[in-house]
């Protein structure tokens, strides 16, 4: 039986991947367009000039849950079917946002930095001073499962009072989410201790987060991003850093990745940065890789 052509250029884990080779001829290049049935990608865009390409496909598989990097009007428009992989990676991401709460407020990069470069001649010096979680205010930029399962975790274990910000869902829908609803994106940046963005890159909530949503923010607010870059402005969020409108940020993603090195983000000691691992776990890759490969072949099989 003649096996599927599936092209894969970026790397998904080995289970998945020996699952993916029992089915499938796996390509790495457009060279034999034509053949090619099934795309998985994480990063890479597909654009309507691929689809175009490859008059055989059938079905786009997300390594992820966000797809903005795949041209879905193009797709629905070729009745090409796009499918991805919601709340397989959740628990990594949440852990990741916690963790970048939790070295927020004890700055820990000022500390770390500070105590590597010899800038700290004593103990116990004020600045250095951090804050608990414990009974915190939070505010969350969406309410899906990511942002759910950071909910949870943020009431169970540390007593805070979690609040979201979502335009599409009304309060008693949030409620049951476990969340407080708040109508606006400034008074949730005004009121809060914590904010979190959890929502996906759309051409609604591109840039969502800018100068004028900082100009509002408590001054103490830290802010941690482990959705999408564009969704925060980058340029907007330097200048709220740096002048102290709000008092620290983490971001486990960027508008270019990996950031050039000159990006005046990576200057600061209220800023961490990772370079977009938050579900690449070994756990997440696993769940993902293969819920990836299955979705692909549940259509690639179906006749």
């Known amino acids: 039986m003649k096996k599927h052509v599936v092209y894969l250029s970026e790397e998904i884990e080995e289970t998945a991947l020996d699952v993916l080779k029992q089915h499938c001829t796996i390509v790495s290049?457009?060279?034999?367009?034509?053949?090619?049935?099934?795309?998985?990608t994480r990063k890479i865009p597909v654009t309507a000039e691929i689809m175009a390409h490859c008059q055989s496909l059938r079905v786009i598989s997300d390594h992820g849950t966000g797809v903005d990097q795949i041209d879905m009007t193009e797709a629905k428009k070729r009745g090409i079917i796009v499918k991805n992989t919601p709340g397989e990676n959740a628990e990594s991401v949440a852990?990741?946002?916690?963790?970048?709460?939790?070295?927020?407020?004890?700055?820990?990069?000022?500390?770390?930095?500070?105590?590597?470069?010899?800038?700290?001649?004593?103990?116990?010096?004020?600045?250095?001073?951090?804050?608990?979680?414990?009974?915190?205010?939070?505010?969350?930029?969406?309410?899906?499962?990511?942002?759910k399962r950071l909910a949870h975790i943020l009431k169970s274990a540390f007593h805070c009072t979690v609040f979201c910000y979502n335009p599409h869902r009304n309060a008693d829908e949030l409620r049951d989410f476990g969340f407080i609803k708040i109508e606006n994106l400034a008074d949730?940046?005004?009121?809060?201790?914590?904010?979190?963005?959890?929502?996906?890159?759309?051409?609604?909530?591109?840039?969502?987060?800018?100068?004028?949503?900082?100009?509002?923010?408590?001054?103490?607010?830290?802010?941690?991003?482990?959705?999408?870059?564009?969704i925060v402005n980058e340029a907007d969020l330097y200048e709220a850093l740096f002048t102290h409108k709000i008092a620290g940020a983490a971001s486990?993603?960027?508008?270019?990745?990996?950031?050039?090195?000159?990006?005046?983000?990576?200057?600061l000691d209220n800023f961490i940065a990772t370079l977009h691992i938050a579900g690449s776990t070994e756990e997440a890759m696993r769940r993902v890789g293969l819920k990836t490969v299955e979705n692909l072949l549940s259509v690639l099989e179906h006749r």
Not at 95 to 120: H, P, T
Not at 252 to 267: G, I, R, T, W
């Open 29 to 40: 290049s457009f060279d034999k367009s034509d053949d090619i049935e099934g795309i998985i």
């Open 95 to 147: 852990e990741l946002a916690l963790s970048f709460m939790l070295s927020l407020l004890y700055k820990v990069k000022l500390n770390d930095r500070g105590l590597c470069e010899g800038r700290f001649e004593k103990w116990g010096q004020k600045e250095l001073n951090g804050a608990e979680l414990f009974e915190k205010k939070v505010g969350i930029i969406g309410s899906g499962y990511t942002a």
């Open 188 to 230: 949730l940046f005004a009121q809060m201790d914590i904010v979190s963005v959890n929502t996906p890159l759309t051409a609604e909530t591109r840039n969502l987060v800018n100068k004028n949503i900082f100009a509002s923010a408590n001054p103490r607010l830290i802010l941690v991003n482990t959705a999408r870059g564009g």
């Open 252 to 267: 486990d993603v960027f508008c270019d990745e990996p950031p050039e090195k000159a990006n005046p983000l990576l200057s």
